[in-house]
């Protein structure tokens, strides 16, 4: 066959529909996922979130935000995947997110990550996990005790 100039595009055409390129989008972090949807819906003044999946890191982390009064009450969804958690928002949450690599966080290093990371002394929470479990900074430092970082919120 003879193929002229204006048969290309028509050919590449009909190559991509018999072999389609489709990105896969591949999920990195479950946690940061989590908390940036709870962000948006705070930002978008939502009074509940839907979170999936669902992961025993994202329920403590909900744990330490919910005991400081940051959100309200949630609940787990099992269906047989991933799981769901439905988070309430009371409108407190200014700004909440991971932080990623989880550096070491020593018990004379929290002072610094907390005036990196939060807006003032007097509020604000910086999220570790420890050999003692999941606990803000505050509770770390009260066992005497170091960790890595997950994240923080305010």
């Not at 939502?46 to 935000?65: A, E, G």
């Not at 958690?85 to 002072?111: H, Q, W, Y």
């Amino acid at each position: 066959d003879n193929l002229e100039f204006a048969d290309v595009p028509v050919l590449l055409h009909n190559l991509q529909i018999l072999h389609p390129t489709r990105a896969i989008m591949v999920r990195m972090s479950v946690l940061a996922d989590a908390l940036k949807s709870i962000n948006n819906a705070e930002k978008a003044g939502k009074r509940q979130v839907l979170i999936r999946p669902c992961s025993k890191v994202i329920v403590k982390y909900l744990q330490v935000m919910q005991k400081h009064g940051y959100i309200g009450e949630f609940e787990i969804v099992d269906d047989h995947r991933g799981g769901k958690i439905v988070v309430e928002l009371i409108g407190r949450i200014n700004k909440c997110g991971v932080i990623s690599p989880r550096f070491d966080l020593t018990l004379g290093a929290i002072e610094q990550w907390t005036n990196n990371l939060l807006p003032s002394r007097q509020f604000g929470y910086i999220v570790m996990t420890t050999s003692l479990g999941i606990m803000d900074h505050e509770e770390a430092r009260r066992k005497s005790t170091g960790g890595k970082i997950l994240g923080f919120f305010y």
